[in-house]
């Protein structure tokens, strides 16, 4: 099973070049099911999990060979990723930034994640070089013009930011491409509108003195027009811009969360990536790709067992108790355990149909949930 199992996935390898030494498919494939059962990124920890017939210090050096020599192509690493998201459907895409040190060295990636219906998957990334500080806007337009050339500004049905992603010159890129959008504006940030054929400017706490809640369906924001939506919150003001209907503006923005559940799923919740130890940036930029190759694939395999064997459990709070990659990794982990034997059919019945499929679509036609 193993063997065969290989044998399929460095076939799928060939079609997604996402490195080009037949040695290497192979060590992506074994790197990213040591990850999952380790549920860690520190080489010393992977090297006790990547290949039993050798000993952990020579996996140890394989892995460093691999993050030292090792160039990965990030737009077949996006393909790859890609094809874990359903046939159709819009998509919403995330962006934001998640920051955290080690010693001297400060990591700080950029990221933009697809949202389509109940899964997250990350495509793009970069890291800053720039002490913890925001990203700017070229920056932020490289990385969606990527996403924009692999999935289509059509299939894109709303954008999400935080804070920190405006301006005139990135809001007015995402009106010019025809994308919906939803950002979170600081309450500094003035708007104007016509009143009367008079223009006026106020600050939201202006406009917020006399009611809890405003809504503006024409106005401008940073120089850019669409609707307002404003409500005072009980220490802070939720001032959100876009071009969806206004009142529709909070409930748009709440879907911003899954980001963050994202990051937290490839952290603490999941392959804990602050731990790792590597400071150049390059090596840091590969580690990020296996481990949302990994992530993406425990995700799928968490939603197929959530809707197919057994549903995930809901807590008291309303919430599951574990997310689709949580679930995903423990049936994989509980799959390599038993060495995918009779008891676990489901993980071998799954890893089989994923394989053939991927055989199967040339096209790169996203995977179907089985």
Same mark, same amino acid.
């Given at each position: 099973?193993? =063997? &065969? ?8 390898? #060939? ?10 498919? *192979? ?17 010393? +920890? ?8 050798? =000993? ?10 691999? $993050? ?6 990030? +737009? ?13 459907? *819009? ?8 920051? /955290? ?13 697809? @949202?389509?219906? +109940? ?45 920190? $992603?405006?301006?005139? @010159? /990135? ?69 959100? $811009? ?5 009142? &529709? ?10 980001? #963050? ?48 064997? *057994? ?7 309303? &919430? ?19 060495? /995918? ?12 149909? $994923?394989?053939? /499929? ?13």
């Amino acid at each position: 099973m193993q =063997k &065969y199992c290989n044998t399929e996935i460095t076939s799928i390898f #060939e079609k997604i070049p996402i490195v080009k030494n037949l040695a290497r498919k *192979k060590f992506v494939i074994l790197f990213v099911l040591a990850m999952i059962k380790t549920r860690a990124v520190q080489f010393c +920890e992977i090297a006790q999990a990547l290949n039993d017939k050798v =000993k952990a210090g020579s996996n140890e050096v394989r892995i460093q060979d691999f $993050f030292r020599e090792v160039t990965l192509d990030y +737009e077949q690493v996006a393909l790859l990723l890609a094809m874990f998201l359903p046939r159709r459907g *819009k998509i919403t895409l995330c962006i934001d930034r998640t920051e /955290w040190d080690f010693g001297k060295c400060q990591v700080n990636i950029l990221m933009i994640v697809v @949202r389509c219906k +109940e899964i997250t998957i990350p495509l793009y990334w970069e890291l800053l070089d720039n002490k913890s500080g925001n990203s700017n806007t070229d920056d932020r337009i490289s990385l969606l013009k990527k996403c924009i050339v692999l999935l289509g500004a059509k299939r894109i049905g709303l954008f999400l930011g935080d804070r920190e $992603f405006i301006g005139h @010159r /990135w809001l007015k890129f995402l009106k010019s491409q025809g994308i919906r959008f939803c950002v979170r504006i600081p309450k500094h940030h003035k708007i104007t509108r016509l009143v009367h054929l008079d223009t006026q400017r106020n600050t939201v706490e202006e406009l917020l003195t006399k009611r809890k809640v405003v809504k503006i369906k024409d106005c401008m924001v940073d120089g850019v027009w669409g609707s307002m939506y404003a409500k005072q919150l009980k220490d802070d003001i939720l001032f959100l $811009f876009g071009t969806a209907k206004m009142e &529709y503006l909070p409930q748009l923005y709440k879907k911003r969360w899954r980001i #963050e559940c994202f990051f937290q799923n490839v952290k603490k919740r999941g392959f804990n990536l602050e731990d790792t130890h590597l400071k150049k940036f390059e090596k840091l930029k590969k580690l990020v790709a296996m481990v949302c190759i990994a992530y993406a694939f425990a995700a799928n395999m968490g939603l197929h067992h959530h809707k197919k064997v *057994k549903p995930i459990p809901l807590k008291n709070h309303g &919430y599951k108790a574990n997310s689709f990659s949580r679930k995903g990794i423990n049936v994989i982990r509980e799959g390599i355990r038993t060495q /995918w034997n009779r008891n676990t059919e489901l993980f071998y019945d799954f890893v089989l149909k $994923f394989l053939r /499929w991927m055989q199967l679509n040339p096209n790169n036609l996203p995977l179907p949930n089985f």
